[in-house]
């Protein structure tokens, strides 16, 4: 096996901790992605791009060139970047609003023209940043600032699949899963196989994470795990939805 590349003590620096609200799950996804990067020794090529929203303050989380866009802009800026310098890996990191609501469009486009970069979508039910309003990814009955009464698919319609539509309108060659903050090692593998996909120019990779919000969902511990392992499982089925196969990943 050949040696990962030595990182560059330029590169090397100490931890330091995030931004979010305790028990959020920012934290655990980011890391998931940090180690797929470390991995892969791809930091010296990585551009980061954060949408607005709780995952902005990701935004010096890591030691690699990061671009914070407009609300929902994220996608086609990172989008912009590839296709001006092919040789670099491209992240897009979004909330379920910056992918599902506002940014849908960009979202849709660049996943049909299997556009080679990667996003990375936090799935938490909910808009966090501006105080827990009901959002694309809302579950039915699911009580917000908006839906004090629980979320009404009759009026609102259902929480949106976005993995399962990603999957559907990208070419052969695409990456499209779902992972939970939950099974951290899962979610660095389909991390790892999402960077794969675009190192290796096959096409748009795409991940959903399942997440936590204690504070705007109004749980203790037990109660947030208990939403995130057991209920929102019930909608978000988890799991890698479209994989395009390789010599490399058969047999992992």
Not at 167 to 186: D, H, M, N
Not at 237 to 251: H, N, W
Request: aromatic residues 8%.
């Amino acid at each position: 096996m050949a040696e990962k590349p030595a990182m560059p003590a330029s590169w090397r620096v100490e931890s330091k901790p995030h931004k979010f609200c305790p028990g959020c799950g920012h934290g655990i996804a980011l890391r998931a992605l940090g180690q797929a990067i470390d991995e892969l020794g791809i930091q010296d090529r990585t551009v980061f791009g954060c949408d607005i929203g709780c995952s902005l303050l990701a935004w010096d989380f890591f030691n690699v060139d990061t671009i914070q866009t407009h609300h929902g802009r994220t996608t086609p800026v990172m989008v912009g970047v590839k296709r001006a310098n092919p040789d670099l890996i491209c992240i897009a990191y979004m909330g379920d609003g910056g992918g599902y609501a506002i940014g849908a469009q960009h979202l849709v486009n660049a996943a049909s023209r299997n556009d080679k970069i990667t996003a990375i979508l936090i799935n938490n039910t909910q808009y966090a940043m501006t105080g827990g309003q009901m959002a694309p990814t809302t579950m039915p009955g699911q009580k917000t600032e908006t839906t004090p009464y629980g979320r009404d698919p009759e009026l609102t319609g259902l929480p949106a699949q976005g993995p399962e539509m990603i999957a559907t309108i990208t070419p052969e060659g695409a990456y499209v899963a779902r992972g939970t903050v939950s099974k951290l090692r899962q979610l660095k593998k389909m991390m790892v196989r999402a960077l794969k996909c675009q190192m290796e120019g096959r096409g748009f990779s795409f991940i959903e994470v399942l997440s936590t919000c204690p504070t705007n969902w109004r749980t203790n511990a037990r109660e947030t795990w208990s939403f995130l392992e057991e209920k929102m499982p019930q909608y978000f089925q988890i799991g890698e939805i479209k994989i395009p196969v390789s010599e490399g990943d058969a047999d992992e």
